[in-house]
């Protein structure tokens, strides 16, 4: 059983589009989150939601929407897709705000 | 604002070697420490998770240390294998329950 997992695993669309990643965990963890890995490889955290409520949200655009019907899921939507938007986005969960994270195994867009 | 700095950017041994991969923080206000590893294209394995209380976690050949007043951890591999070979990231949890992440050290080890 995969405890974090990610749908799709691989994204590929053109510009303008709009797109959905889900994410669901397995673990129970009341805290879940978003991170973006550019191509320099470097992760930021985008959003983190405690218990279904968004507690952190950094400078990202507002083209971004978490979403969070429930504990164990997180899901991502972006709308008009930009190329700079092309990444690999990470969904992680934890027990608790400041416990062990443990990731899924990512979801990598291309905007052409 | 948290910054997460880890050198080497990337290291190269021969197998048996002993590694020694260093991360260095701004901001000692922290809640934990966790070091991960990732392999090209895959997502992130959790390795260790040292608590602000404590100086040192070990599993196996991994031993990890915390300095948080100076803002420093180490995470020690002994004997590497060419199985070892990954990008280890090290990620500091902030009282801001953010996750910084540092660039991370890309590590061969040549059988």
């Known amino acids: 059983d995969t405890a974090v997992s990610q749908t799709p695993k691989y994204l590929v669309t053109q510009m303008g589009n709009d797109k959905s990643i889900k994410c669901e965990q397995n673990?129970?963890?009341?805290?879940m989150y978003w991170y973006k890995q550019d191509s320099k490889k470097f992760l930021k955290i985008m959003f983190s939601?405690?218990?279904?409520?968004?507690?952190i949200n950094e400078t990202v655009p507002n083209r971004f929407s978490p979403k969070s019907p429930d504990k164990a899921h997180l899901n991502l939507h972006i709308n008009s897709l930009e190329l700079g938007d092309s990444a690999v986005y990470f969904c992680?969960?934890?027990?608790?705000?400041?416990?062990?994270?443990?990731f899924g195994e990512g979801s990598r867009l291309t905007v052409l | 604002k948290q910054e997460v700095t880890q050198i080497p950017a990337a290291l190269s041994v021969p197998e048996g070697e002993n590694l020694v991969l260093n991360c260095s923080f701004t901001?000692?206000?922290?809640?934990?420490l966790q070091w991960f590893r990732q392999d090209p294209g895959k997502g992130l394995t959790s390795l260790l998770l040292?608590?602000?209380?404590?100086r040192e976690q070990t599993s196996g050949r991994l031993n990890a240390s915390l300095d948080k007043s100076s803002g420093r951890s180490t995470l020690y591999i002994a004997a590497s294998q060419p199985g070892d070979s990954a990008t280890y990231l090290c990620?500091?949890?902030?009282?801001?329950?953010?996750?910084?992440f540092g660039a991370g050290t890309t590590v061969t080890v040549r059988a």
């Open positions: 992680a969960s934890s027990p608790l705000g400041e416990g062990e994270l443990f």
């Open positions: 673990l129970g963890h009341d805290t």
């Open positions: 939601y405690n218990n279904k409520e968004l507690i």
């Open positions: 901001d000692s206000a922290i809640y934990n």
């Open positions: 040292i608590q602000s209380s404590q």
């Open positions: 990620a500091v949890n902030s009282n801001d329950y953010k996750l910084s």
